[in-house]
């Protein structure tokens, strides 16, 4: 069972603060904390350990930690799951998740915690099931106060910030809206020349639902969308069309009516209210990545205990489209002691860099990364040892982070989106 449940702000503040058990010391959100920021050796901390026979498990969304503490012998993916369904939770009703939207509506949070666990053992998590206990009105925080910090707020695949108490509204101010994106993580290894070797993408298509009575829907893909296991039993490996979108696996919400899946690519559904994901997909075959980078790492002629390293990034989205957000991190050895970058002045305004030299990360940021452009940059380390060979197999594995709206590298698309409700004065917003 679960002893304690605590939210933290990025100081360490205790913002929410459960304890059901009693058997966890009053003061572990103190000895959670001084450990996450000061794990061994300056790695990151892990999303559970024990300590002194109490096993913390975390996650961070929105800026804000979500820990629960324990001394049972609870599953730690059941316990991690179960802290992202409350940060999914929090969302739904308050609209967004960060320190700000926590404080002005801890009231609301505290009334949810007693809904979700009893006594220390997880309850219901649906959102849908929870709105009829849930009494008092969310404060829902505007997009002009976030400004600011905008890009350390989780705002969710759908990037909304609206409760999903606003379908009660019987004041005339209600809007009837639904929200469908399609999200995609994106896994690649190239190799010395600075093309892939092996791809492949973890997809999802979140849906998030301010329909009032929640209406059918009905919502079809690509015509040229094949399933491995739905459409080839014995796998796909010899399909080589290239105008096909082919998923090598998927799973679907359980509330996804597949009748007519197999026939027209359409699927039927009766949206529940808050987000979640109608399909859950992983594809390797027929994409092209949007990025293609090149690491090269050479030694400095006049000096043992220097080294250069040179980052070519092509974008290879097409030239309409923009990357936002885009974050290249590239991890260095231990005994990488400093590192300066030279970038040309022409593209300093939206490019950065910095280097942590508590992790050992290197860190080029862009604001924007139009499509068909090409970048490089150019660093020069300072080594604790004199230069050697192997410095070159011993930097990375690099990993990007970035947003390309109205985009998708598998090329699964939503055709339509249709409400199956037959009311003359029911009118959906249309954006």
Not at 139 to 164: A, Y
């Amino acid at each position: 069972m679960i002893s304690q449940f605590y939210m933290l702000s990025p100081r360490g503040d205790v913002v929410i603060r459960k304890d059901y058990l009693g058997d966890v010391p009053k003061n572990s959100s103190e000895t959670f904390f001084r450990n996450y920021k000061f794990w061994k050796e300056g790695d990151e901390a892990p999303p559970v350990f024990n300590l002194d026979g109490v096993t913390y498990l975390h996650i961070k969304e929105g800026g804000v930690q979500l820990v629960a503490t324990t001394r049972s012998n609870m599953s730690p993916s059941f316990v991690l799951e179960f802290l992202k369904r409350i940060s999914v939770l929090i969302k739904d009703y308050c609209g967004i998740l960060s320190e700000e939207a926590v404080r002005k509506n801890f009231v609301l949070i505290y009334e949810l915690l007693d809904e979700v666990i009893d006594y220390g053992m997880p309850q219901s998590t649906s959102t849908e099931s929870l709105k009829s206990f849930v009494l008092n009105e969310p404060i829902v925080l505007s997009p002009q106060i976030l400004n600011k910090s905008l890009f350390s707020i989780s705002k969710g695949p759908t990037g909304v910030f609206k409760s999903i108490l606003e379908t009660n509204r019987v004041d005339g101010k209600r809007r009837d809206e639904i929200y469908v994106d399609v999200v995609e993580r994106l896994t690649c290894t190239f190799n010395a020349s600075g093309y892939v070797s092996t791809s492949q993408i973890d997809g999802s298509v979140q849906i998030k639902s301010y329909l009032a009575g929640n209406p059918p829907l009905k919502i079809k893909f690509n015509d040229n969308l094949i399933v491995g296991k739905r459409d080839m039993p014995y796998g796909v490996g010899d399909i080589h069309d290239t105008h096909s979108v082919i998923l090598d696996d998927c799973n679907f919400h359980e509330v996804a009516n597949l009748e007519s899946f197999d026939l027209d690519r359409t699927i039927s559904l009766v949206p529940p209210d808050g987000e979640f994901a109608l399909i859950n997909y992983r594809t390797s075959r027929g994409f092209k990545p949007p990025f293609r980078l090149y690491v090269g790492v050479e030694s400095d002629g006049e000096f043992e205990f220097k080294a250069g390293l040179s980052i070519r990034l092509w974008c290879e989205i097409p030239i309409d489209k923009a990357a936002s957000g885009l974050e290249v991190e590239i991890p260095l050895p231990r005994y990488v002691q400093r590192v300066s970058c030279d970038i040309d002045a022409k593209q300093s305004p939206i490019q950065s860099y910095e280097f942590s030299e508590k992790t050992h990360v290197l860190k080029w940021k862009f604001k924007k990364c139009q499509g068909g452009s090409e970048f490089v940059l150019r660093a020069r380390l300072t080594l604790e040892k004199p230069f050697v060979a192997s410095l070159r197999s011993e930097v990375g594995p690099v990993n990007l982070k970035f947003t390309i709206p109205m985009y998708s590298a598998s090329r699964i698309a939503l055709k339509y989106l249709q409400i199956l409700r037959r009311d003359a004065k029911y009118n959906p917003y249309r954006w």
